[in-house]
């Protein structure tokens, strides 16, 4: 018989499927600063258990049926009790739809919105899974000038501008206003007026991605940007990943009838995971604001070894956020240093961290920076770890 050889699907693929992309097992350091992982030692297993148990005991049958398409009802009606007592919000279980992290969410909004070449709007450095999804659809990225406290609203009006004057198409505006990733920065009351001010002006609307706001080191909050918008121009996006745990893969968005109808004929594979669902509704009935009180005085002892550590280690030779949230703090060298040239290199001595071009819509900006995530490793390994990222580049005559 003639040797065979695999068959090519080449010709095949659709014009918008990307290249392929290797995945071989990722690396993770001892120290890992590189991704936003939760403490271990904090996930509520004994109390996840008994809520699922619970909650198959009393309805385990409906298992064998598929799931509402929004997802599990009663997990809905909690949100919106969740989010009115949180962050202001007034919504009914009826516009709100679950699904697989805030990940399928994005997905789902860009593939509702964007054509090839339509414009978002971001912050000048933002979560890399959201520019991944908007890379996806083909999107024109402009990023937003940032100072302390988020993104700056007269820069945000003047992109959007030139953009309507070299006759090119807007169609959102991305923000994380409550802790951003990677910045940290929050945006207070009053730039959340003048953002939504400039969206129902220019007629954009705002995705507002809200995934650290419950991880609030203060003792004030300031109201999600949905809640100050009286006419439909914001979808709002949650999560439970970051406040119990990612392996959970569920999240949640918010949005007027007409929108939600829309991506409710997008979203593929019926309603989200029952399992999980059910074990989410008892354990956030019963724990979730006790736990989240929990992992926020675990959380800022680990932000403030990691801020102590900073300035053992790096002193004046550098610059770095102090969040009051979230799991992450931005460091900035100074302007001619490459830090992407260092990171394979930090990995394998056992430090993981993320450059900052990785959160720059043009992949360039931001190599002096990095993102240094504090959620995981022990205090006494975050300082460790920081004063052998300092070791390396001492070694490479970088700091």
């Not at 680990?302 to 300035?311: E, S």
């Amino acid at each position: 018989m003639p040797e065979s050889s695999n068959f090519s699907f080449e010709s095949l693929y659709s014009k918008s499927t990307p290249p392929g992309k290797l995945r071989p097992p990722a690396l993770r350091g001892k120290y890992d600063f590189a991704v936003a992982y939760p403490d271990p030692g904090s996930l509520p297993i004994k109390e996840l258990i008994e809520s699922l148990t619970l909650g198959l005991n009393a309805e385990g049958e409906s298992l064998a049926i598929y799931p509402h398409p929004q997802g599990y009802l009663p997990l809905r009606k909690f949100v919106a009790e969740k989010v009115l007592a949180d962050r202001q919000i007034e919504t009914d279980y009826e516009n709100i739809i679950l699904g697989n992290g805030s990940g399928e969410h994005l997905y789902m909004i860009a593939e509702a919105l964007l054509n090839p070449n339509d414009v978002v709007f971001t912050e000048e450095f933002v979560y890399s899974g959201t520019l991944s999804i908007l890379r996806r659809f083909q999107a024109k990225i402009i990023p937003v000038k940032c100072d302390h406290n988020g993104m700056i609203p007269e820069e945000l009006d003047k992109s959007i501008i030139k953009i309507k004057n070299d006759n090119k198409t807007p169609k959102f505006i991305y923000t994380i206003p409550t802790f951003q990733n990677p910045l940290g920065t929050i945006n207070p009351i009053n730039r959340r007026i003048k953002l939504l001010e400039i969206s129902k002006i220019h007629e954009i609307p705002i995705v507002e991605d809200d995934c650290y706001a419950d991880i609030n080191f203060t003792e004030t909050s300031v109201p999600a940007i949905y809640s100050l918008d009286k006419l439909g121009h914001v979808i709002y996006v949650g999560s439970f990943s970051k406040i119990i745990a990612p392996g959970l893969r569920l999240g949640y968005l918010i949005a007027q009838p007409e929108f939600l109808d829309r991506i409710n004929a997008i979203k593929s594979g019926g309603g989200v995971n029952q399992f999980a669902a059910i074990a989410i509704h008892r354990y956030g009935i019963n724990y979730l604001a006790k736990h989240i009180k929990l992992i926020n005085n675990i959380l800022i002892k680990k932000r403030d070894a990691m801020l102590a550590a900073l300035g053992e280690n790096f002193g004046s030779k550098a610059e770095w956020s102090n969040p009051d949230g979230g799991l992450y703090i931005w460091l900035k060298m100074p302007s001619n240093i490459d830090l992407s040239l260092v990171q394979e290199e930090s990995l394998k001595s056992g430090v993981g961290f993320q450059p900052g071009n990785l959160f720059a819509p043009d992949f360039k900006d931001g190599k002096n920076c990095a993102r240094l995530c504090f959620g995981y490793n022990s205090p006494k390994e975050i300082y460790e770890g920081i004063r052998k990222l300092a070791k390396i580049l001492e070694k490479k005559q970088i700091l």
